[in-house]
Nanobody, 122 residues
Framework: VQLQAFGGGLVQAGGSLRLSCAAS????????VGWFRQAPGKEREFVAG???????YYADSVKGRFTISRDNAKNTVYLKMNSLIPEDTAVYYC?????????????????WGQGTQVTVSS
């Protein structure tokens, strides 16, 4: 499966963005999908994920602010980000995993999108 992440940009603190992860190549519904981010000088970290059954998972740092959803008919997963703070600045990646059990571990993901930059100004 091929993934393309888009929707990033520059936004002021307190603003919102919606990222999209569009998939092609295989039936998207069989994959769990995760959003990860990597800030300069930091390791890649899990942000949010959605299992193939629709269960959602969030990092503590984004709970209550970010919402992940999927539209299997459109082969797309969305990440709605509200109340953005400067600490959310990073390159955001979406990834897909075909395992039956959802994981937040990036090494378990088989397919990755190219990343989209999110910059939150103070």
């Amino acid at each position: 499966v091929q993934l393309q992440a888009f929707g990033g940009g520059l936004v002021q603190a307190g603003g919102s963005l919606r990222l999209s992860c569009a998939a092609s190549g295989r039936t998207f519904s069989i994959y769990g999908v995760g959003w990860f981010r990597q800030a300069p000088g930091k390791e890649r970290e899990f942000v949010a994920g959605i299992s193939r059954g629709g269960s959602t998972y969030y990092a503590d740092s984004v709970k209550g602010r970010f919402t992940i959803s999927r539209d299997n008919a459109k082969n797309t997963v969305y990440l709605k980000m509200n109340s953005l703070i400067p600490e959310d600045t990073a390159v955001y990646y979406c990834a897909a995993d075909g395992s039956s059990v959802f994981t937040t571990r990036s090494l378990r993901y088989d397919y990755w999108g190219q990343g989209t930059q999110v910059t939150v100004s103070s």
